[in-house]
């Protein structure tokens, strides 16, 4: 009996007859007698709509209130995923952000989770619950609700799978793995068994998108093993884990392009030291993330 937390993203729960096909996926495990988190995106096409929605009242809608707003699309598929699983006769639980205690700092638009208490997911599971988790919001300190970004899901994923030590998690996403470079380029590319972290974390910097990177950062800090597989078929999809033996033997695992980034050059830099921190410092103070560095 493992303790496995698989994530859904739009694609896989993008109408009803969808996410009756994933939450059978997710009773299939429930019956082998694994203990199972589902963390959801919102229904694909919904988070854009909302944003819309939230301009077309306010140009630049205020924060705080675009996250509330924002994080009704994850609620609406948590929902609906447990009631169907009730339905069905099988015990099971959403929580959102608060009910899930998925602590962030206050960044609206692009949190960071700080911690997870994790005993009220652990009492619905001991009761034999699916317990289905609100992805891609948490809550700060005084109870705000905050989002994490485009893609977040992902991370609060491995972030809950990190702090349960799950056994295992599984991202279910519109690709059944990762590739050694873009198969909608290269027809060629072949879709890889395993990759290491670090592989991945360069990987998706340079524009794979298969996984948010941030989520990747999460895995390889904590050891989770994470893998990616597709809800549309049963392939088995890729591994990240911690490099091996074997994985250090072959040099190049993938090649990824990108093809929309700003460049800032910043020329006549001293040779000093303390220079790269007063460069570097002020962006990320501000949360600006710095995808590629050249000297
Ligand atoms: N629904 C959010 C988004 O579209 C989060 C996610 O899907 O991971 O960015
Ligand atoms: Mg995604």
């Avoid at 694609?11 to 996926?25: C, H, K, M, Q």
């Avoid at 909302?50 to 924060?63: G, H, M, R, V, Y």
């Avoid at 959102?96 to 998925?102: D, G, M, P, T, V």
């Avoid at 948490?138 to 899901?153: K, M, P």
Wanted: aromatic share 6%; charged share 25%.
């Amino acid at each position: 009996m493992a303790l496995i937390v698989q994530k859904y993203g739009g694609t896989s729960l993008g109408n009803p007859d969808r996410i009756a096909n994933v939450a059978n996926r997710v009773v299939q495990g429930w019956r082998q007698g694994h203990k199972m988190v589902v963390v959801l995106s919102a229904m694909s096409g919904e988070t854009d709509r909302l944003i819309n929605l939230a301009k077309e009242l306010a140009e630049d809608p205020d924060p705080r209130e675009l996250d509330v707003l924002l994080a009704t699309g994850e609620q609406v598929t948590v929902s609906l995923f447990s009631m169907f699983l009730r339905y069905q006769g099988i015990p099971a639980t959403s929580l959102l952000s608060h009910q899930a205690r998925i602590y962030t700092d206050k960044a609206y638009g692009r949190a960071r989770i700080i911690g997870i208490d994790t005993a009220r997911i652990r009492e619905e599971l001991k009761k034999n619950r699916v317990v289905t988790v609100a992805g891609f919001q948490g809550v700060d300190e005084v109870g705000n609700i905050t989002t994490l970004g485009r893609g977040g899901s992902d991370t609060t994923a491995v972030a809950v799978a990190a702090a349960l030590k799950a056994d295992l998690c599984e991202i279910y996403t519109d690709v059944d793995g990762v590739y050694t470079t873009d198969p909608r380029i290269y027809a060629k590319a072949r879709k890889l068994e395993r990759i290491s972290y670090d592989e991945m974390l360069e990987m998706a910097s340079l524009g794979a998108k298969v996984l948010e990177i941030r989520s990747v950062g999460f895995a390889k800090r904590y050891g989770v093993p994470l893998a990616v597989r597709t809800s549309f078929t049963d392939a088995p999809g890729t591994l990240m884990t911690e490099e091996d033996k074997e994985m250090e033997e072959i040099p190049v695992s993938g090649v990824a392009l990108s093809r929309n980034d700003a460049r800032v050059t910043v020329s006549r830099v001293p040779d000093r030291p303390g220079i790269a921190g007063k460069l570097f410092k002020p962006g990320a103070e501000a949360n600006i993330v710095v995808e590629m560095i050249i000297q």
